[in-house]
C-alpha cells in the first residue's frame, strides 16, 4: 500500500484525484490539502510515499514546497501551466501531469510512481543485514539495540517508542524511515503507530495482535490498511 497525499487549492481538482486515486488499489489517501501548510503537516501526521502536488497554490508554490523538504516523498505534479514541466523534472518529479487530468494519463503516472516505489522497497529489503543489532540516537547517547530484544516499536508524531525486553528506548525519525531499516521477515508493520516483531506474536484476535510485555499481556491494534499483509503472513505459517 503506497500511502499518498493530494496538495491543490481548487476543491474540483482534490475530487478529481481523489476519484482518479479510488481506482488504483495500490494507492491509498492519507490527507488531502489546499496548500504547503496543511500539507507540511500532513507529512508529520502520516508516513507519506506519493504526493500530488499542484504548482500554483497560495504561500507556497509545489515547487516551492518540494524544495523545502529535507527527505521528500515521491511526486507527481499537476497543474494547468504547462511551462512549469522543466522546473518539476529538475525536482526528480516521477511525472508531471496537465489539467484537466485524464484516468488514462493519471493511471501512467501512477505506475511509474508504483514501479519505482516497489523497487526501492526491494532494494531496500535485500540489503544484506549481517548484524543483529543496530545503534540510534537516544538521550545525547547512541544506544545499541538487538534485534531479538525488541518487542514492538510505537510511533509518536516525529519520534519513535522502541519497547525491548528491559525497558523503552526513545529516538527522533518516523516510522517510515526505521521500518526500511529494520529486518524484513522479522518486523511487519501493523498499523499507522506499530511495527512488530514477529516473533514476539503470541495469538491474533479480531483485530488485535497479542504478545507478552514484563510478564503481562498486551494488546495491539492491527490497521486496516496493513490486516491483508498480516494476514497473509500468517496463512503463510499455518500449518
Not at 38 to 67: C, K, S, Y
Not at 100 to 106: D, L, M, N, V, Y
Request: one cysteine or more; charged letters at 25%; a negative charge.
Amino acid at each position: 500500500m503506497i500511502n499518498t497525499i493530494i496538495i491543490d487549492d481548487e476543491p474540483l481538482a482534490l475530487e478529481i484525484l481523489e476519484a482518479h486515486i479510488s481506482n488504483i488499489p495500490e494507492l491509498h489517501i492519507v490527507a488531502k490539502c489546499s496548500n504547503a501548510i496543511e500539507a507540511n503537516n500532513a507529512l508529520h501526521m502520516h508516513d507519506v510515499d506519493l504526493m500530488f502536488l499542484d504548482i500554483q497554490m497560495p504561500q507556497l508554490t509545489g515547487v516551492e514546497f518540494l524544495r523545502s523538504l529535507s527527505n521528500p516523498p515521491l511526486a507527481i505534479f499537476t497543474t494547468a501551466y504547462a511551462e512549469y514541466a522543466v522546473e518539476g523534472f529538475d525536482l526528480e518529479a516521477i511525472d508531471y501531469l496537465l489539467k484537466p487530468i485524464s484516468f488514462e494519463r493519471f493511471l501512467k503516472a501512477s505506475n511509474k510512481a508504483i514501479d519505482k516505489f516497489k523497487t526501492e522497497r526491494t532494494v531496500t529489503l535485500s540489503t544484506d543485514r549481517k548484524d543483529d543489532f543496530f545503534f540510534v540516537k537516544s538521550d545525547k547517547k547512541m544506544m545499541k539495540v538487538y534485534y531479538r530484544d525488541i518487542l514492538y516499536i510505537e510511533g509518536l508524531k516525529d519520534y519513535v517508542i522502541i519497547r525491548t525486553e528491559t525497558g523503552r528506548v526513545i529516538t527522533l525519525q518516523t516510522m517510515k524511515s526505521l521500518v526500511e531499516k529494520l529486518p524484513s521477515g522479522i518486523f511487519q508493520r501493523i498499523h499507522r503507530s506499530y511495527i512488530l516483531n514477529l516473533n514476539k506474536l503470541t495469538a491474533i484476535e479480531g483485530n488485535m495482535v497479542q504478545l507478552t510485555e514484563k510478564g503481562q499481556l498486551k494488546m495491539i491494534p492491527i490497521g486496516k490498511n496493513y490486516r491483508d499483509e498480516l494476514s497473509a503472513i500468517v496463512e503463510a505459517k499455518k500449518l
